[in-house]
């Protein structure tokens, strides 16, 4: 039969982001231990609240299936003596397993004659089972931070106040430092501190419901975002969208009530990044903006419990925020004094990291390398290009991104427009940072871009050049987020780098200060780059084979890679290609390390390679312009038409001949027909794709 389980780790407060990941594992957990154990089941969801982490299991099975295995014990040789008595070894063997001796068997294997037992091991009830389980999923949660309370030894984000444990209606019984599961859960800590018996998840989640607790998150959060917006409408105005920030703080509450509050209007003199961080990162308050996208002097703030006065709850928040902006409008006057231009020499006291110097010499490189991209990319631009790089780290040093490090960049660019600096100097410096996490914007204009790309080859190069590269999941300075953002400003600008030449640029810029030779550095750069493109492309469903066809043949430039990939892609359905790939990859075990293209026709004596070199002529005169132009689909359409000739000379002519001059040219003529391919990439690896 099939039950649910429900499962509750209740807290004190746990921190917002905290709980999802927690929760995730959770469900990662005991969905591996459930398969471990062959325990089926339908489904597993999950609920939590800052003050509860909760898992369900929807149709679990009553009990194990009966098992029967096969069990391979010691060798014949030690099992028996000369006489055929059974030693230790075997009487330990079928001890071990509940049998005799008279139930082994004797099994011939590779490595001799061995023991075997037959063994039936009746499954065990899932109540049984989850005794002991459950207390592993929550000993195998792991968070940032974990603490220890009162005189136990187990540790956990927050101490543990209770816990619910219920399968098939029934309590599983367990104890966790001094704590004793049961079949009740408690309501909101402040309006609601009843304890309720629960038996399954619609029941828990109606009942914490009543008990003034949203635990479905996704409820919760319609809740937080249907309060907020109430309230900037009592104003006339609108919460400026951030879906971060609605799922902190439906991480914060268990059931949101929103009041809106204002602050002074002097305050909108502020850059307006300025004010939303102000009042996002410590407050986690809500903007409000009216109908044209302008802030209004209004915030939305969140709170946990039900609100008797609004008027005195919004003077509290009022306070809090009142402070917060007053420093800010402190740090931004402060800010004036001194011009990014003037700051950018002082860079020279922030140490970008030990081996590599500061942020000034960081600066230098970064400026030459962008104006270098500048001059082959956008020639136009090389000005404004060097100096967006100039001035790109200077807001490092303002007060402001002291206290809100978030607002690097962005805050550079509203400076340097007062400092009088061209809009589109501004617009590079906020936008080098772009992207700022996987799937985030990318830089709009060029300069922004460029200037991008310099900053993290700079980063890539000097950590590779110091020997500081990642290893499994330990990634300190980010090289792959940055590498994957270098890839996305080369593909969304359209840029045809070829990056071999600009990372021996970049270590070249970098003097004597790197450790290991330059051309080692430069071969894991660019084989570090080009796992993060495989990589990305695969996750967005591109076959690996495709992939692999042509970055194994050459990764330099990934815009040209893309463009070869798509055009394997798109011919790769038809029936003629998945030929050609086949005979191919018969090429490519045949020439093997065979690298000579002179073709003698005279030694030419059935008529299959003799018309193989034909089309093979009039192919590469056809298909080499059109991949030197770049029309790889159409080169591809003209190589595929070589399929015929290649199946036939494989189907008449013996390539190995006796005739060492013979063999060596039909060994030329494939190899010549095999750069030809390369050329696009390693057809061979693409033979499998569409079988």
Not at 93 to 122: C, H, N, P, Q, W
Not at 568 to 577: D, G, Q, R, V
Request: proline share 4%; aromatic share 8%.
């Amino acid at each position: 039969m099939q039950h649910e389980l429900l499962f509750e780790i209740g807290t004190e407060e746990i921190p917002a982001g905290y709980i999802t990941p927690a929760l995730q594992q959770m469900q990662s957990i005991i969905a591996a231990r459930l398969t471990e154990l062959a325990l089926s089941y339908r489904e597993i969801r999950g609920a939590a609240t800052p003050r509860r982490l909760t898992i369900t299991v929807a149709d679990l099975v009553d009990q194990q299936p009966d098992r029967k295995e096969d069990v391979l014990g010691p060798p014949k040789k030690a099992a028996f003596d000369s006489d055929g008595n059974p030693t230790k070894a075997a009487i330990g063997f079928a001890k071990s397993r509940g049998a005799s001796v008279d139930d082994i068997k004797i099994i011939e294997t590779a490595k001799g004659e061995y023991l075997m037992l037959k063994v039936e091991e009746k499954g065990r009830p899932t109540a049984e089972l989850l005794n002991e389980l459950l207390p592993e999923v929550v000993s195998g949660i792991s968070f940032p931070k974990s603490m220890r309370w009162g005189s136990g030894r187990f540790q956990f984000a927050r101490p543990i106040q209770w816990l619910l444990a219920v399968y098939n209606e029934q309590t599983i019984p367990f104890t966790i430092d001094a704590i004793t599961s049961g079949n009740t859960t408690r309501g909101h800590r402040f309006m609601d501190q009843g304890q309720y018996p629960v038996n399954n998840f619609s029941q828990y989640v109606e009942t914490l419901r009543k008990a003034e607790v949203l635990v479905v998150e996704e409820e919760r959060r319609r809740a937080v975002l249907a309060e907020i917006t109430a309230a900037a409408d009592e104003v006339g105005g609108l919460i400026l969208h951030d879906d971060e920030l609605l799922a902190t703080v439906s991480n914060l509450v268990e059931s949101p009530f929103a009041i809106c509050g204002t602050f002074e209007e002097r305050f909108l003199a502020l850059p307006q990044e300025v004010l939303i961080t102000s009042m996002r990162e410590h407050q986690k308050y809500f903007a409000v903006v009216d109908n044209r996208g302008k802030l209004m002097p209004h915030f939305i703030a969140v709170n946990n419990t039900r609100v008797k006065d609004k008027k005195l709850a919004a003077e509290g928040h009022q306070r809090v925020i009142r402070a917060r902006l007053e420093d800010a409008f402190f740090f931004f006057k402060e800010d004036q004094h001194s011009s990014l231009n003037d700051r950018v020499a002082k860079l020279n006291g922030v140490i970008f990291q030990n081996k590599l110097g500061t942020m000034l010499e960081k600066t230098e490189r970064v400026t030459e390398l962008a104006g270098l991209l500048a001059q082959e990319l956008a020639p136009a631009l090389l000005a404004t290009t060097r100096r967006s790089a100039h001035l790109a780290k200077a807001d490092l040093l303002t007060d402001m991104v002291g206290e809100f490090p978030s607002l690097q960049g962005s805050i550079g660019k509203d400076y340097a427009l007062l400092n009088g600096e061209p809009a589109e100097v501004a617009l590079a410096i906020h936008e080098h940072y772009l992207p700022v996490r996987a799937g985030g914007a990318l830089p709009t204009s060029t300069p922004g871009a460029l200037v991008g790309m310099a900053d993290r080859l700079d980063s890539i190069i000097g950590c590779f050049g110091i020997g500081q590269t990642p290893t499994g999941t330990t990634d300190p300075f980010g090289l792959r987020r940055l590498s994957l953002g270098l890839l996305h400003i080369i593909t969304a600008q359209g840029f045809h780098v070829f990056l071999t030449d600009w990372i021996e640029k970049g270590l070249t810029l970098y003097g004597d200060k790197l450790t290991v030779a330059h051309d080692e550095a430069k071969e894991n750069i660019l084989n570090f780059i080009k796992g993060r493109f495989v990589n990305d492309l695969t996750n967005q469903g591109i076959p690996i084979e495709a992939v692999e066809a042509v970055t194994s043949v050459s990764f330099d430039d990934p815009i040209d890679c893309r463009q070869r990939i798509e055009a394997l892609m798109a011919i790769s359905n038809k029936e003629a290609f998945t030929l050609l790939a086949g005979a191919f990859k018969r090429v490519i075990n045949i020439i093997k390390d065979n690298s000579a293209t002179e073709i003698k026709p005279e030694l030419f004596s059935d008529p299959a390679e003799q018309k193989l070199y034909q089309v093979y002529q009039a192919t590469y005169q056809e298909a080499l312009p059109l991949i030197e132009k770049k029309a790889y689909q159409e080169a591809l359409t003209v190589i595929i038409k070589m399929k015929e000739a290649v199946d036939n000379f494989f189907d008449e002519v013996m390539v190995m001949a006796e005739d060492e001059a013979v063999r060596t040219n039909r060994l030329n003529l494939l190899t010549a027909i095999a750069r030809l391919f390369l050329k696009v990439g390693d057809f061979s690896k693409m033979y499998a794709l569409n079988l």
